[in-house]
């Protein structure tokens, strides 16, 4: 049974398992202190041209967004987000946890916009509600589309504005970066965003996420907000080991480019035959609209999930490709959605 179920099924590109074996005895200094660690941010860095950014690795994206949210937040203080984000949806209460609520705003194919955000601080009295302090989005967002580099400078713009805390959740920002119609670089996330991570996970690592921090005054003393969370890591090094394969020769990117044209060829049966899609995507998240027997005939022979139900006879799907998925897997998919409409 070849799986589309999600993107972090395979272990890791063949060349950071390689590298840990080549310096699996190297003796290191501990907790992301080390030579490895420290060539990852100096790549990331460069690369996104904020030589005074800090940079940490943690091992997932819950434990990102909820260390880097209760750090920059004070008590009374909340995020506003999409109705659809991870950490509303997918993260079991965590920010809720630590004693910030979340606000929030209906999607728009998993997006929000800057007038929403108005919106909110229009209607967020003080002191008495919880007062609005952070944007959090995804790129690609929980239904696999992209934020314009227009929508992008607009949601900064009003954060600015209010004195908002922009924050972005990159689990999946290879494929947002490498979508034919993306007009972002990763510059313009930092540019634009206070904070953002780069997820590794997803993307061809065995685990870990890179959280980039460009805002000065949300700096200080991160590492004890790490350390209270569980998130400093002894044996750090393995996360910059990832992080320098990732990034050292656009291993990153190519990753996820294969990722991408996988789910097109997917994408363009789902068009050949009139399927339906419950959310149009250009990354690696496919939302095509099942009747229950094409759901079922289809699930003996793949694993992809049912996400949601559309009516009394129809599923939501999702089919997730990955950076290690296969020509010959997504050929038997692609005959078999075929097939299912001759």
């Known amino acids: 049974m070849y799986k589309f179920k999600n993107d972090y099924s395979e272990g890791a590109h063949p060349s950071i398992i390689e590298e840990m074996i080549k310096t699996n005895l190297d003796q290191t200094v501990g907790y992301g202190e080390d030579k490895y660690c420290e060539s990852a941010r100096e790549l990331i860095k460069a690369h996104i041209k904020h030589p005074n950014a800090d940079i940490h690795f943690f091992i997932g994206g819950t434990q990102t967004n909820l260390t880097a949210i209760s750090a920059f937040l004070r008590p009374h203080e909340a995020v506003i987000a999409a109705d659809t984000a991870h950490i509303q ?15 929030n ?24 509600m919880t ?48 979508a034919n119609n993306n007009d972002l670089t990763m510059q313009d996330i930092a540019n634009y965003a206070d904070a ?28 004890y907000f790490m350390k209270q969370r569980g998130a400093l890591l002894a044996k750090g090094r393995f996360l910059g080991i990832q992080f320098n394969k990732l990034f050292e020769q656009d291993l990153f990117y ?3 480019t294969h990722a991408n044209k996988m789910a097109a060829i997917i994408n363009d049966t789902l068009i050949e035959k009139n399927y339906k899609v419950f959310v149009p995507t250009e ?9 229950h027997a094409e759901f079922e005939t ?3 022979k793949f694993d992809f999930e049912m996400w949601e139900p ?10 997730v490709t990955s950076w290690a998925t296969t020509e010959e897997g997504v050929k038997m998919f692609v005959e078999a959605l075929a097939n299912l409409r001759n």
């Open 89 to 103: 949806l997918h993260e079991a209460g965590a920010i809720e946890a630590t004693g910030h609520s979340i606000i």
């Open 105 to 128: 705003v209906k999607h728009r194919h998993g997006k929000i916009e800057a007038s929403q955000v108005e919106n909110v601080l229009k209607h967020h009295l003080s002191p008495h």
């Open 131 to 178: 007062k609005a302090k952070m944007v959090y989005i995804s790129n690609a967002t929980e239904y696999g589309t992209l934020y314009s580099k227009a929508e992008l400078h607009a949601l900064s713009k009003v954060c600015k504005e209010n004195n908002l805390i922009l924050y972005i959740d990159g689990a999946r920002l290879g494929v947002a970066l490498t």
């Open 196 to 223: 953002f991570y780069i997820g590794g996970t997803k993307n061809g690592a065995i685990f870990g996420e890179a959280l980039v921090i460009t805002n000065p005054s949300l700096q200080d003393d991160f590492k």
């Open 254 to 256: 190519e990753l996820a």
């Open 283 to 291: 990354t690696n998240q496919l939302f095509p609209i099942l009747s």
């Open 298 to 300: 289809l699930s003996k």
């Open 310 to 319: 559309f009516d009394d006879l129809h599923y939501v799907t999702r089919f």
